[in-house]
């Protein structure tokens, strides 16, 4: 009886945290919404990008990836770097980057790669913005185009290709 009485109330703690947590990201999410429909009636933002912004939000919603790393941080070196390298998975295996360094690199790296989702045919950054992050292909098609040559693509990036971070560096040199 004992033994019954704990496993109910460990499966009842656990299912109240879970709603819990739900009920607070759903409070995040809605005060977000709140906050982009005042911009887009105060400020007169423009439909295609309103959709864009909430489109974005509801992505990253979906995204419970931040909640993982979380825990997965609190673990013994070992532990972490075991369950890292096993939830970033599809992740490490598509970023031709990642291929050949070390277990730990990729298990330091992978949680700070953030999902950035960019309706098709919109830039990125132009030339001479400043860049200040790198940006690694998961999905989809990139290229690196001329704006003033009716945006021909002279660079294709494939999946699992990157940029950003690359530009900075060979602008210096």
């Known amino acids: ?3 019954g009485v704990i496993s109910f109330s460990f499966a009842s703690g656990s ?3 879970i709603l819990q947590n739900y009920d607070s990201q759903n409070a995040k999410f809605q005060e977000k919404i709140i906050v982009l429909n005042r911009i887009y009636k105060d400020y007169f933002l423009p439909l295609d990008l309103y959709q864009r912004l909430k489109q974005s939000l509801k ?3 979906n995204k419970d990836i931040d ?3 979380a825990f997965v941080e609190d673990l013994p070196h070992k ?5 890292s390298l096993f939830l970033h998975e599809k992740t490490y295996n598509s ?5 050949d360094r070390s277990k730990s690199f990729i298990a330091w790296v992978c949680p700070l ?5 960019n309706p098709g045919d919109q830039y990125i950054f132009f030339e001479g913005d400043e860049i200040n992050c790198m940006y690694f292909l998961k999905g989809g098609s990139c290229g690196f185009v001329l704006p003033k040559h009716k945006n021909i693509k002279y660079i294709d990036v494939q999946i699992g290709g990157y940029f950003g971070l690359i530009d900075i560096v060979g602008s210096v040199f």
């Open 1 to 3: 009886m004992i033994i």
């Open 15 to 17: 299912l109240a945290s």
């Open 59 to 61: 992505y990253n919603l």
């Open 67 to 69: 909640d993982l790393n």
């Open 79 to 83: 532990l972490k770097v075991e369950v």
């Open 95 to 99: 970023i031709e980057f990642l291929s």
């Open 113 to 117: 790669l953030k999902p950035f989702l």
